[in-house]
T-cell receptor
Framework: QQPVQSPQAVILREGEDAVINCSSSKALYSVHWYRQKHGEAPVFLMILLKGGEQKGHEKISASFNEKKQQSSLYLTASQLSYSGTYFCGTGRPILTGGGNKLTFGTGTQLKVEL | DVKVTQSSRYLVKRTGEKVFLECVQDMDHENMFWYRQDPGLGLRLIYFSYDVKMKEKGDIPEGYSVSREKKERFSLILESASTNQTSMYLC??????????????FGPGTRLTVL
């Protein structure tokens, strides 16, 4: 079952903050965040692991709450370049070989305006 | 830099045709994946392969098959294309690190229209 992302869409003015949530009905092993700009391939942002870990990449960070089966992506002081669709993917180990099989959420469209 | 390429950006086919979508990666990755992307539904996994000639079904395999004869190449096959297979198809690959750190790299996608 696909994780549920909220909100579905958000519009920000440059410099504002945003939070995107990703909730799963199943136990989480890892959560993978991607950003896709219009007409382009999804690009990896970060992996969150079990243990409530928080990671950061410039002004984008994320947290993982294993108990709540939820991850949140935090965008601080947004820039025009942050515009795009953000996807979370819940990872499950590929038992036959290794690596992860990802189940993606339906995405959150983020638009940053001047 | 990892490069994942797909044979066509746009493809138009007729109902009933056999369709091949090709994906090539140049980083010696072990795992390869095919997804379809539809508005409001996100990316859904069709099939994946963890080794040459090895494959497993994803979440929506019906109407599709795959082939991996060489490590760098993974093909998605629509045996008899139907209009409900009109979609954006994305290929991805990963090195196959520990499950907690393995990252997928995506190709640019093929927009397939079935008339």
């Amino acid at each position: 079952q696909q994780p549920v992302q909220s909100p579905q869409a958000v519009i920000l003015r440059e410099g504002e903050d945003a939070v995107i949530n990703c909730s799963s009905s199943k136990a989480l092993y890892s959560v993978h965040w991607y950003r896709q700009k219009h007409g382009e391939a999804p690009v990896f942002l970060m992996i969150l692991l079990k243990g409530g870990e928080q990671k950061g990449h410039e002004k984008i960070s994320a947290s993982f709450n294993e108990k709540k089966q939820q991850s949140s992506l935090y965008l601080t002081a947004s820039q025009l370049s942050y515009s795009g669709t953000y996807f979370c993917g819940t990872g499950r180990p590929i038992l036959t070989g290794g690596g992860n099989k990802l189940t993606f959420g339906t995405g959150t469209q983020l638009k940053v305006e001047l | 830099d990892v490069k994942v390429t797909q044979s066509s950006r746009y493809l138009v086919k007729r109902t009933g045709e056999k369709v091949f979508l090709e994906c090539v990666q140049d980083m010696d990755h072990e795992n390869m994946f095919w997804y379809r992307q539809d508005p409001g539904l996100g990316l859904r996994l069709i099939y994946f392969s963890y080794d040459v000639k090895m494959k497993e079904k994803g979440d929506i395999p019906e109407g599709y098959s795959v082939s991996r004869e060489k490590k760098e190449r993974f093909s998605l096959i629509l045996e008899s294309a139907s209009t409900n297979q009109t979609s954006m198809y994305l290929c991805a690959s990963s090195l196959r690190l520990a499950a907690s750190t393995d990252t997928q790299y995506f190709g640019p996608g093929t927009r397939l229209t079935v008339l």
